[in-house]
């Protein structure tokens, strides 16, 4: 399965306007309540609680936040770019304008495992992280995400 099995284009978010870190996770949970069949405030929950256990912010601007979620009935991909670089207290102190959320299942441990491996290997390639910047739409997003995600699968 690639990213495109988890990520719609509806689910990416172009030029998020944000203040911190918790109001990029707030309004990710919106988005996703509007995508999955769980509430803002669980979403919103999981990820608050996965980031107390540490920062998501993986380094090079970009935040791999994820979680599990009780009721989910699917794994679920939201991306957002963020129209400013936010402080996250990434690993490498650097700010994050990327973001990739991965939603599960309690249940899924592994398929979430692969999943998050695939969007770390995605988002550690220093050209595609160039290209995701450079998009000027949530279709050209898209189209970076499924097909170099397609392409690594072959």
């Known amino acids: 399965?690639?990213?495109?099995?988890?990520?719609?284009?509806?689910?990416?978010e172009h030029d998020m306007s944000a203040r911190c870190k918790r109001?990029?996770?707030?309004?990710?949970?919106?988005l996703a309540a509007k995508h999955t069949n769980v509430a803002a405030?669980?979403?919103e929950a999981a990820l608050?609680?996965?980031?107390?256990?540490?920062?998501?912010?993986?380094g090079?601007?970009?935040?791999?936040?994820?979680?599990?979620?009780?009721?989910?009935?699917r794994i679920c991909a939201l991306f957002v770019k963020l129209e400013q670089p936010l402080a996250f207290d990434a690993?490498?102190?650097?700010?994050?304008?990327?973001v990739f959320v991965l939603l599960a299942p309690e249940?899924?441990?592994?398929?979430?495992l692969k999943a998050l491996a695939k969007v770390t290997?995605?988002?550690r390639d220093g050209s595609t992280r160039d290209a995701l910047r450079g998009a000027e739409t949530a279709e050209a997003m898209f189209a970076i995400v499924t097909e170099t995600t397609r392409v690594d699968a072959a």
Not at 1 to 12: A, K, N, P, R, V
Not at 107 to 112: D, F, K, L, S
């Open 1 to 12: 399965m690639g990213l495109g099995d988890y990520l719609t284009l509806e689910s990416i």
């Open 121 to 123: 290997r995605l988002l």
């Open 41 to 43: 405030k669980d979403v």
């Open 48 to 58: 608050m609680a996965r980031e107390k256990l540490g920062s998501t912010g993986v």
């Open 107 to 112: 249940e899924a441990t592994a398929a979430h």
């Open 60 to 73: 090079h601007g970009v935040a791999i936040p994820h979680g599990k979620i009780e009721g989910l009935d």
């Open 91 to 98: 690993l490498d102190d650097e700010p994050v304008d990327l």
């Open 23 to 30: 109001d990029v996770l707030s309004q990710i949970a919106s």
